[in-house]
């Protein structure tokens, strides 16, 4: 691939470059990029890099087109709503210059995949609006030795940086933790369509010049650009030496503090399998059965052996459900206790359990269940 044939044609403006030239020209078309997010600032990035001649280009996201990224994502038109992003940007590049190779990578980026995905690649755009995910493209990248161009972008600010490893801070330097609920996105804060615009093309700057070896790179340094008074900083940082993924005794050194906790799962449970899971041996201690509803509705009644913890409780009290029993939610038909599934199996790594058709499906199968204690004890009295 080191002598590529190059269209003098199509690059001509380029070759009469003499930083990039005929040998420049070759080496971009040797090598290849993958953009991580085929959005915003994956939208300027692919369209120059594909229009440089880049070899080989990637572009992984695995979100549809919808008609509010149309403000900025400007590989995507009206009629393509509704389309997968990663295809759809990929018949665009391809469109662009048919000599480029474009791979769609329809998935999401994840601790397991990672290195799959970015091994084939010379260098790696991050173009994701995830913190998260930032973390860990920085830290896939330091680990497989992979430079990164990422930006970042937030109502009229736009940020960049180039990490280099083995020669330059990463990410971690600059930003150690992941203040991940601190920083809305996008989607939350809003944006301006044209910000990415101008920081999708600086990381396809950074990109080009990267490959074909010629300029400065912006590595060490965080440019900062402000829209609203259009005036670009910069901040030069230092590599840490206590760096979690590059510094002198790393803690991160695979990807699997970044494997998302397996996933809870939630059951759903006909009244009848309910009783039949409660009889089993051992039943009754694995199971909690905990009603969501209204302290008037459980007034009214409530299974056997059940404890009550209205739905608008439930975050405040669920460390009164033991971590080695399943709880059971309840409610009246089916719908509030799922809520609490939810709740319940995001906030713990543990399962749940849904009782489907709640207290009236148990009703209709069983009778209606006994009312509080006081009045059984009430009963009693009459009974003697
Ligand atoms: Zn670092």
Redesign the pocket.
Known sequence: MANAPVDPARYARHLALPEIGIEGQQKLAASSVLIIGAGGLGSPAGLYLAAAGVGRIGLLDHDRIEISNLQRQVMFDTRQIGQGKAETARARLSALNPDVEVIAHAEKLVASNAERLFSPYDLIIDGTDRLATRYLINDACVLLGKPLVSAAIHRFEGQAMTCLPGRS??Y??LYPESPEDLIPSCATAGVLGVLPGVMGALQATEAIKLLVGIGEPLAGRLLTYDALNLTFGEFRFE??RD?A???EHPTITSLAHHEEKPLSRIAEWTPRQLAEELKKEGGEERLMLVDVREPWEWAEGRLPGSVHMPLATLPQRMAEIPSDVTPVFICAVGGRSMAACRLFTAARAQDAVNLAGGVVGWSNEFGAPPKPDHDHDHDHGHAH
Request: glycine share 10%.
């Open positions: 801070p990463c971690r330097c590599r840490r760096c993924v590059c510094g």
